[in-house]
């Protein structure tokens, strides 16, 4: 299964979640770190739900870009 993840800059590094799976989330330093730790909070937030007979969430978000072509003006 594939799963979206959001990763956004913070202040102090990055963080990532993803949506179809709440309260699955990462922080660290470093966009290749932050995406290491969200896998591996992503396999262990699953067992754990194996574990506790609860149902697995299936990926249902996509990740979608659109491209602005002309420039966007600020409003006064």
Same mark, same amino acid.
């Given at each position: 299964? &594939? *799963?979206? !993840?959001?990763?956004?800059?913070?202040?102090?590094?990055?963080?990532? *979640?993803?949506?179809?799976?709440?309260?699955?989330?990462?922080?660290?330093?470093?966009?290749?770190? !932050?995406?290491?730790?969200?896998?591996?909070?992503?396999?262990?937030?699953? &067992? &754990?739900?194996?574990?506790?007979?609860?149902?697995?969430? %299936?990926?249902?978000?996509?990740?979608? *870009? !659109?491209?602005?072509? &002309?420039?966007?003006? %600020? !409003?006064?």
């Amino acid at each position: 299964m &594939e *799963y979206a !993840v959001i990763i956004e800059p913070t202040s102090t590094g990055f963080s990532a *979640y993803l949506p179809d799976v709440p309260g699955c989330v990462a922080a660290a330093d470093t966009e290749t770190e !932050v995406k290491q730790l969200i896998l591996e909070a992503l396999q262990l937030h699953l &067992e &754990e739900l194996r574990l506790d007979g609860e149902p697995i969430p %299936q990926p249902t978000s996509r990740i979608a *870009y !659109v491209e602005v072509t &002309e420039p966007i003006r %600020q !409003v006064a």
